[in-house]
Structures are given as structure tokens and as C-alpha cells.
């Protein structure tokens, strides 16, 4: 009975452990012999069509200036409309919109608050343009960037266009620096989804494209970097990555701004997951299911393998002492993530002081302990996310309203 039970435990630990690891390192790896399913055309040459380039925006005051600058530096051959849909803010933000009108940039002001997909949504029944362009308010592109991702849709099988993220911090005393690595991990399954079954299921909410036509409207519980890339799939078009199309993305200026968007960007993709399937019926992703379950579903079903791990490992230290350097291992991850909490939390106060004092805040050595330890606290952070998320969802709690990430500056 001991051996059986032994057995199931260490089989129990063994599954969590690889369900916690196989979204990150087991499926790029069974991309490589990934049946394509999508097929590229044949690019078409003609005139650049119109776009329309909608920024969803609330209390963005800080960066709404910069980021319409931005834009309108942007080079493109065809017409361009910027459309700023402001989600009824209270700030200086539509007034700093409307000083760009002379220059073609439209203001299209809500009248109360009902969140970011339904300000995009009335932005797209106003928009004129052929294909639209999101883009958050508090990134700014590289030159070229919307110019990449229109040369990407000269391809009539493809339906919409991610940028990529190009994550970077204020400093070198960056708490959020996991979310880089996280960002850039991200990035390069993408590419190696896009070049073997070719197309992505998501994109990034800082920057995309879509044709009009197969843009539909967002409910309000969704978000619509899942949303729409999966419904353009479901219609039996591509979703592409434009890698010359890069959008700077600041990261978080703590761990407490990058845990709420966690917690917001989770809660959102359960919701959008149930939410689609309503829209397309359970046929319309059947090309991409493969994908879906292990892109997305099991890194979301991280906080249920993490805790299996633990009980199977606590089983497996009362049959036989031996398995205690295991746990051992566990508890090493767990407390370089809770003392990372710490040292963030003290560095946020050591800079909080400095600043009320006027002295240049003391900075903290870089050596690899400190480095494991953000790395570690980012994973802590994630999961703790995820368990939020998935109380929300089981409560049927989504976010109603939407409050914009606020992001370091630099």
C-alpha cells in the first residue's frame, strides 16, 4: 500500500512539476513539429488603404501629448485617422486632444465610464478607415512601426497584425525586471508559432491591426488582444507578427502596479475564453484548440500544479525522508520569491524617503542572488495573480471599468 501510494504521489508531483514548466519550454519545442494549418498568400501590390489608429484612453494626461506626437511622426504611405476614445476622463486629457485637432486627430469622448473594449468599440462605428490600428496610450512606437504591420496585410490571407513588445525600465533598480524576461519569452513562442502552424492566437493589446470587417465588438468582461485574434482565426484568416513594428513598452514602476495588471490581464483572458466560444460555437477554433490548451489554458492552471506539487512532495516527505531535499528545493523557490517581495518593498521605501529628503536614493548591488530572487518573486507574483483571477472568474466578478497600467517613467 505504502509503494502504491508512494507511487501516485511521486507520478502527482511529477505532472505538477511539468505543468508548471511545458507552456514555457515543452511547447516551442513541439512547435517545431507542429502541423501548419494555416496557409500564407501571395502578396498584392496596390495603393496603402486607409487606417484608422485608435487609442483608448482614461486619465492619460501624462503621456497623451507624447503619444500623439508619436504617432503623427509615424511614416505611412496611405491616409491615417488617430481617434482618441476617452472613456469619460476627469483629467486634462481631452483638452490636451483637442489642441491636436487641427493636425487630424480625432476626440471621441464617452459620456460615462464602461471600460476599454467598449470605448474602442464606439471608436470603431466612428472609424473610416479600412483596417484599424490599436495602440495604448502609454507606449510609443518606433519609427516605421504601423508601416510594418500595413506590409504584413498586403497578404489577403491575413486578417490582423501584432507588434512586439519591447520592454524596458526607468532604472537599474527595475522591481518588475521578470516582466522583461516574461515579455521576451513571450515574443520568441510567438515567432515560433507563427512560423510552424502559421498563425498566433493572440497579440499584443499595446499594438495591432485588424481589417475592419473582422473586427467585432469586444463585451465588456474581455480583452481584446484575445477576443479579436481568435476570432479572426475562427473566420478562417491568419493573425501575423510584424517584428519591425516595435512598441516601448515601460514596465511597471513596482510590483504592486505589475500585480494589479496581472490580476486585471487573467481575470480578462477567463472571461474572453467563454466569452468567444459563445461567439463562435465550440467548431470555430478547432484549428488552434491544440494551441490554445497548451499556450494559454496551462499556464493559467499554474496555482492548481504548484499546490498539487506541494502535497504530493508532503506525502512523499511522511513515506520516506529522502524526498525532504525536494521540498527543500520548493521551499528555496518560495522563499528567494518572498524575500524578492521584501527587498522590492524596501527599495520602494528607501526611494520614497530619499525623495521626500532630496538625497539621490542608495542603490542596491545587482549580484546573482538578487537577480534570482526577482525572477523568483515575478513567479510568486504571477501565480498569485492567477488565483485572484480564477476567484474572480468562479465569482463572476469581472472588471467592469478599466484603469489604465501606470507605467515607470524615463
Given amino acids: 500500500m505504502t509503494i502504491v501510494l508512494m507511487a501516485l504521489a511521486l507520478a502527482a508531483m511529477v505532472a505538477s512539476g511539468l505543468g508548471i514548466l511545458y507552456p514555457y ?55 491615417m485617422e488617430v481617434i482618441v476614445a476617452s472613456d469619460a476622463s476627469e483629467d486634462e486629457t481631452d483638452a490636451i486632444v483637442q489642441r491636436y485637432a487641427e493636425k487630424g486627430v480625432r476626440l471621441h469622448r464617452r459620456p460615462e465610464r464602461r471600460g476599454k473594449s467598449m470605448a474602442q468599440n464606439s471608436a470603431v462605428e466612428l472609424a473610416t478607415g479600412d483596417v484599424l490600428v490599436f495602440t495604448d496610450a502609454s507606449v510609443l512606437l518606433r519609427p516605421g512601426a504601423i508601416a510594418a504591420l500595413m506590409e504584413q496585410m498586403r497578404d489577403p490571407t491575413v486578417g490582423a497584425v501584432t507588434g512586439e513588445d519591447v520592454s524596458t525600465a526607468a532604472d537599474d533598480q527595475d522591481q518588475s525586471a521578470g516582466a522583461g524576461f516574461y515579455t521576451r519569452l513571450e515574443i520568441k513562442i510567438r515567432r515560433r508559432e507563427a512560423e510552424n502552424t502559421g498563425t498566433l492566437i493572440g497579440v499584443s493589446g499595446c499594438l495591432f491591426a485588424v481589417r475592419k470587417e473582422l473586427r467585432p465588438p469586444v463585451p465588456a468582461d474581455s480583452v481584446d488582444d484575445l477576443y479579436v485574434p481568435l476570432y479572426v482565426v475562427s473566420q478562417g484568416y491568419r493573425v501575423v507578427a510584424a517584428e519591425d513594428a516595435k512598441a516601448i513598452v515601460r514596465r511597471t514602476a513596482n510590483l504592486d502596479a505589475e500585480f494589479a495588471r496581472k490580476v486585471r490581464t487573467f481575470t480578462g483572458a477567463l472571461f474572453t475564453m467563454r466569452a468567444i466560444r459563445k461567439k463562435v460555437g465550440r467548431g470555430g477554433l478547432a484549428k488552434v484548440k491544440t494551441h490554445l490548451r497548451w499556450h494559454k489554458k496551462m499556464r493559467w492552471y499554474g496555482p492548481f500544479f504548484a499546490l498539487l506539487a506541494l502535497v504530493s512532495n508532503g506525502v512523499l516527505v511522511a513515506l520516506h525522508p529522502a524526498f525532504a531535499y525536494l521540498m527543500m528545493l520548493q521551499m528555496v523557490v518560495y522563499v528567494l520569491g518572498l524575500t524578492g517581495v521584501a527587498a522590492a518593498v524596501s527599495d520602494a521605501e528607501i526611494e520614497r524617503r530619499a525623495l521626500i529628503s532630496g538625497k539621490e536614493p542608495k542603490k542596491r548591488r545587482r549580484g546573482p542572488i538578487r537577480k534570482m530572487q526577482k525572477f523568483a518573486s515575478f513567479f510568486l507574483l504571477v501565480e498569485a495573480a492567477l488565483v485572484v483571477a480564477w476567484l474572480r472568474y468562479i465569482f463572476r466578478k469581472p472588471f467592469a471599468t478599466w484603469t489604465p497600467t501606470k ?3 524615463g
Fill in 407 to 409: 507605467r515607470a517613467e
Fill in 25 to 79: 519550454v515543452g511547447y516551442p519545442r513541439m512547435l517545431r513539429s507542429a502541423k501548419r494549418v494555416f496557409k500564407s498568400g501571395e502578396r498584392q501590390d496596390g495603393p496603402a488603404p486607409k487606417i484608422s489608429v485608435i487609442v483608448a484612453a482614461y486619465n492619460e494626461e501624462r503621456v497623451m501629448a507624447a503619444k500623439l506626437d508619436n504617432l503623427l511622426e509615424q511614416e505611412y504611405a496611405g491616409e
